[in-house]
């Protein structure tokens, strides 16, 4: 994530850079409100990522991590979203107790499915 930002950030100065040479000096008039709204949006998805990244280590940090491999996390404001399998029902209930001891997490919304390897 730092590298591609990184990235970005040369390559953003560096375009820059060819405009000043090419066309003279840069209006940034044209991004109006328009700026401030994105730049909001940037942050809010940061802080959407920063949630589903600490919702995830935690279910990492559990001793049995493997009971955890089928579950995708996201992130909208506080609430989180848990979604995927299972095995069982405690694993589903657990998974979601995780979540809500994470920091940040208002709400969750357990769309977790129990599929245990008997069903087939």
Known sequence: MRRSLFVFVIG???????????????????????????????????????????????????KDFALFGGISVEAEDDEVTLSGTVATVEQLQLAELIAKGVDGVGSIVNELEVHSGDDE
Not at 30 to 44: S, T
């Open 12 to 62: 953003l100065i560096a375009g820059i850079a060819v405009m000043l040479v090419v066309d003279g000096p840069v209006d940034f008039g044209f991004l109006g409100d328009n700026a401030g709204e994105a730049i909001e949006e940037a942050g809010r998805g940061a802080r959407h990522l920063q949630l589903e990244t600490r919702v995830r280590t935690a279910l990492a940090l559990q």
